[in-house]
């Protein structure tokens, strides 16, 4: 019983196309097709999804599995814990090492299935994540960019604004601008009150 399937192998648009119609021509009614994804108005069932699944293999597509989806959500759970956790980032700490061991996988197979069920390499998550924390440091922290990139795991603090800049488009000193101006205003506001 579902209602939404995930699929591996959709590259461009004509994918997109050729299983809206194909699956339509199956007789589903289908809420909206996008790169990896077809969503179906009503929930089907076994024989149904065996005949979707059919027709995607015979199109050299795939479904992804529960269990593939299962791994990737337990992979980006492990790399979020390492990063919502307030202490320093431990600069021996191997993200391949950890899900390898962690998930019983080689990390290859891992990096592989991220990229299929994510649309994104698991070295751009890990990077995003890693960046999302230097974000809510500097908004957040009277920490330096230098112990800000410790703390992060950069191995400088060029490393982390060349990162910084390349993926936000601004300098980390904008964040802390950020900073500095929610100090300011919750300190007039406190004081009007």
């Known amino acids: 019983m579902v209602s939404e399937i995930l699929i591996k192998g959709m590259v461009c648009e004509r994918c997109v196309k050729a299983i809206k119609e194909g699956i339509t021509n199956l007789g589903h009614n289908v809420t909206k097709v996008s790169l990896g994804k077809l969503s179906l108005q009503a929930e089907i069932d076994k024989e149904a999804?065996?005949?979707?699944?059919?027709?995607?293999?015979?199109?050299?597509f795939e479904i992804i599995s529960n269990r593939q989806v299962r791994i990737v959500t337990q992979a980006k759970a492990l790399i979020n814990e390492v990063f919502e956790k307030n202490v320093k980032y431990n600069a021996r700490l191997k993200f391949s090492s950890l899900l390898a061991d962690t998930l019983h996988m080689n990390y290859d197979s891992i990096s592989e299935l991220f990229r299929q069920v994510e649309g994104v390499t698991l070295e751009k998550y890990i990077i995003s994540r890693r960046l999302e924390k230097v974000k809510e440091l500097l908004v957040y922290t009277k920490l330096t960019l230098t112990e800000i990139?410790?703390?992060?795991?950069?191995?400088?603090?060029?490393?982390?604004?060349?990162?910084?800049?390349?993926?936000?488009?601004?300098?980390?000193?904008?964040?802390k601008e950020v900073r500095s101006s929610k100090q300011k205003l919750s300190g007039h506001v406190s004081h009007n009150l």
């Open 149 to 175: 990139a410790n703390i992060t795991g950069f191995s400088s603090i060029n490393h982390l604004s060349r990162q910084f800049k390349e993926l936000t488009g601004l300098s980390p000193s904008h964040f």
């Open 49 to 60: 999804y065996t005949r979707i699944e059919d027709f995607l293999n015979k199109n050299g």
